[in-house]
């Protein structure tokens, strides 16, 4: 079946530090590959997507690579905020349905300090 | 004007009651789901539903019943609750397609006591 995993937590980090969170997937085919931020007290929002090989996806100064050779979907900031603040969830999506099940990595969480 | 939106956002209930979270969106997307968050963040998917068909149910105790009067609502029913519901419930749609996203409900937050 797929899975994710997520490099364990918590990440403590000051201001404007490096940030990678590493994130491995098993999965058949071709799946879709997420991160999903989830700030405190609130939902999961979108943070950056790739759908295929060597996609790079990247929002508010984040980026990740889909990397099929290595099944790896790493998450990258080259100077964080206090605000960045929040777990950080690794996802994946089957290939080749309409509509599929959103399989997550534990979450990793994040703390900023200034 | 909110995305996915559920109620209520807290709901604290004895154990062996029956309660109901309601799951609405706006984006005109075709499929809905539930997701449960427990106490360590962990984040699993229960049921999805495709323009009111059910087409995704994860293994799920049947105390707990999805309904879809529309495909803009998904409605998740959970009947004797007990200690181990506590948790939090999150709704989620998308539209039809191989890499769509999914877009999160700002989650309903469950103790059972």
């Known amino acids: 079946g797929n899975s994710v995993t997520q490099m364990e937590g918590p990440v403590t980090l000051s201001e404007e530090a490096f940030l990678t969170i590493n994130c491995t997937y098993t999965a058949t085919g071709y799946p879709s590959l997420f991160w999903y931020v989830q700030y405190p007290g609130e939902g999961l929002q979108l943070l950056l997507k790739?759908?295929?090989?060597?996609d790079k996806g990247s929002n508010k100064g984040f980026e990740a690579t889909y990397r099929k050779e290595t099944t790896s979907f790493h998450l990258e900031k080259g100077s964080v905020q206090v605000s960045d603040s929040a777990v950080y969830f690794c996802?994946?999506?089957?290939?080749?349905?309409?509509?599929?099940?959103?399989?997550f990595g534990q979450g990793t969480i994040l703390t900023v300090h200034p | 004007d909110t995305a996915v939106s559920q109620t209520p956002k807290y709901l604290v209930t004895q154990m062996g009651n029956d309660k109901s979270i309601k799951c609405e969106q706006n984006?005109?997307?075709?499929?809905m789901y539930w997701y449960k968050q427990d106490s360590k963040k962990f984040l699993k998917i229960m049921f999805s539903y495709n323009n009111k068909e059910l087409i995704i149910n994860e293994t799920v105790p049947n105390r707990f019943s999805p309904k879809s009067p529309d495909k803009a609502h998904l409605n998740l029913h959970i009947n004797s609750l007990e200690l181990g519901d506590s948790a939090v419930y999150f709704c989620?749609?998308?539209?039809?397609?191989?890499?769509?996203?999914?877009?999160f409900g700002p989650g309903t937050r469950l103790l059972v006591l």
């Open positions: 989620a749609s998308s539209p039809s397609g191989v890499h769509e996203t999914q877009y």
């Open positions: 984006l005109g997307h075709d499929t």
């Open positions: 996802a994946l999506r089957p290939g080749g349905t309409s509509y599929g099940k959103l399989t």
């Open positions: 790739a759908t295929k090989a060597d």
